[in-house]
């Protein structure tokens, strides 16, 4: 409160201005001009700098391709855009309010940027549209050349030794366990997850490289590599830890310039690859297969491959081949077939049929396997209506080198029908059913799976009719199965009596004795007889699985048996018998 005398008026007054008067307003000051980088040279300088180091790291990184052809391309330049335009924001001292506001900014400064980014959002759109299976049903329905075969006549019946037993799981079992027991490995080394099928000297094997355990391990190691890779034999279930002379440093466990990914985008910065390969070829040198990848249909339809990069795991050299050498198994991977057949069943008949009507849409089933037919490695599926019944109308063989592909029609049950089948069979002993093989059994198509018990161990193997799949043989070997598949084929009046017979890989031999001892013991949920057999006044010691040959319980200490194995089941404390006879 201030008091003031005013003589013009002969008194004093009160000025309220502290009581709550409201003070004038100041005049508001205009915002501080921001001062730009520099001169309109020195800007563009800096923000082309800084958009350039944001790149190559983006690009280091991401790997995009520079190509017109790949998707990640085009956000990689659309991400270049908006950082050359923030930086542009932070160099030229813009502010909102100045005179020329936003429009003047753009038009300055951003002109190039903003004119790419428009270019990308109607390139992107004119090449998905020009992609459009709506209007290029035709083109992908014949992205896959498919010939009709007659399975009988073109699929030999193969030998025992070339057909795999083992799936992904089982084998990635084998070779954690086997990899346990290399004490120089275990601790800074684990087992990669590519385990691919490939047939290696004449074998149908699945091989993975190691991988460093962890960043700290791979420290302690990249100087040398990866010390070696795994092969498991498909058939015997031998698992062989191949030791390098010189470590693998190529690899999809590496960082930095090692990095398989990495180095393939370095050396080939245009070309698209499908998932690599893990190969070996004849004399056992470990490679990379990766596929060229490219699209065929518009901008970015219709993914194929054409031929594939060859990547010498050890060295690093790179190699693009238009067609790859005969030893190399994986070009074509199995999901790129069965898309394409599903392209080449669905749209047959035009687009809009696979939508309304569905006359004679076919697809592939939900699952695959492999089949090693000559040299090359088979992808086999089945083939059911779009309907999504129980059953197969026919099946494909696609070879995984060249994609030639085969139909064979066959109506039956699909594969999961099988499975549940074989599983059914043996139901007391609740085994689990593998993906079946398609297998010629006296010339009919036939589903083989292995049956494995909880711990993923192969117990049992059936075989079951494609078209008839009441028909199930189960046995303890391959041959054990196909013996009593045969057997049921000719109950049922499908083969003749010379075709019921079974043509072994190799013969049984037998041994006749006195059995001294006999123990037991409980293994992975099955019990086994260890028959002590005197002949000659020495033992020998057999092994009898009860789960498979059910009269081993039976067997007492004196009697005189014969005893049937194969010489490839002996091992160095008991030979693994098939039969027991003279009981």
Not at 159 to 183: F, H, N, T, V
Not at 520 to 548: K, P
Request: charged share 20%.
């Amino acid at each position: 409160m201030d008091f003031k005398y005013d003589p013009s008026s002969g008194g004093f007054h009160v000025n309220m201005g502290g009581m709550g008067a409201k003070a004038p307003r100041q005049p508001k000051q205009p915002p501080k001009p921001r001062k730009p980088l520099g001169g309109k040279a020195v800007c563009v300088a800096v923000n082309l700098g800084v958009t350039l180091l944001a790149g190559l790291l983006i690009f280091y990184v991401n790997l995009p391709a520079i190509n017109l052809h790949a998707g990640e391309f085009y956000g990689f330049v659309f991400f270049l855009c908006l950082i050359y335009c923030g930086c542009a924001l932070l160099t030229s001292g813009f502010r909102k309010d100045a005179e020329k506001g936003w429009g003047g900014f753009v038009k300055t400064q951003c002109r190039v940027p903003l004119f790419l980014i428009a270019a990308i959002v109607v390139v992107s759109l004119l090449g998905s549209l020009s992609s459009w299976v709506v209007l290029r049903a035709d083109s992908y329905q014949k992205l896959l050349s498919v010939q009709t075969g007659d399975f009988a006549a073109e699929v030999d019946e193969i030998s025992y030794d070339q057909i795999p037993m083992l799936d992904k799981a089982s084998a990635q079992r084998l070779g954690d366990r086997k990899l346990g027991e290399l004490a120089d490995m275990v601790s800074q080394f684990e087992v990669a997850e590519e385990y691919s099928q490939i047939n290696y000297q004449g074998r149908p094997v699945r091989v993975t490289p190691l991988n460093y355990g962890d960043v700290i391990k791979w420290l302690n190691n990249r100087a040398n590599g990866l010390p070696a890779y795994i092969v498991i034999d498909m058939v015997t279930q031998n698992v062989e830890v191949v030791r390098l002379p010189e470590g693998m440093k190529y690899t999809t466990g590496e960082h930095f310039s090692r990095n398989l990914y990495r180095h393939l985008r370095f050396r080939f910065p245009t070309m698209m690859f499908d998932a690599p390969s893990f190969e070996v070829d004849e004399n056992g040198t470990p490679y990379w297969v990766c596929a060229k990848l490219e699209k065929t249909i518009g901008l970015f339809g219709g993914i194929d491959n054409r031929g594939a990069v060859l990547v010498n795991a050890i060295t690093g050299e790179s190699t693009y081949y238009e067609q790859v050498p005969e030893w190399v198994d994986h070009v074509y991977s199995a999901d790129l077939i069965t898309q394409q057949y599903d392209y080449y069943g669905m749209y047959h008949n035009g687009f809009w049929n696979s939508i309304f009507g569905q006359r004679d849409v076919t697809v592939t089933t939900s699952g695959y396997n492999y089949l090693a037919i000559g040299d090359d490695v088979w992808v086999y599926t089945g083939v059911t209506s779009v309907g999504g019944d129980e059953s197969n109308i026919g099946f494909l063989l696609s070879n995984q080198r060249t994609k030639e592909t085969r139909y064979y029609a066959c109506a039956g049950a699909e594969e999961f029908s099988a499975m549940a089948s074989a599983e059914g069979q043996v139901q007391q002993m609740r085994y689990t059913a593998t993906f079946p093989l398609l297998l010629n059994i006296a010339g009919h198509p036939t589903y083989f799976m292995a049956l494995k018990d909880a711990s993923q161990l192969v117990k049992m193997y059936a075989m079951v009719n494609v078209s008839q799949y009441q028909i199930v043989a189960t046995g303890a070997s391959v041959m054990d199965c196909e013996a009593n598949y045969r057997a049921m084929l000719l109950q049922n009046g499908m083969v003749g009596a010379a075709q019921a017979e079974v043509t072994p890989a190799e013969e049984l031999e037998t041994v006749t004795g006195t059995i001294s001892e006999i123990r037991s013991a409980v293994i992975g949920g099955d019990t086994y007889y260890y028959i002590y057999l005197r002949r000659s006044g020495e033992d020998e010691v057999f092994r009898a699985n009860a789960a498979q040959i059910p009269v081993a319980p039976l067997l007492s200490v004196g009697d005189r048996v014969t005893l049937r194995y194969r010489a490839s089941d002996a091992g160095q404390y008991w030979t693994e018998i098939s039969g027991v006879d003279g009981f």
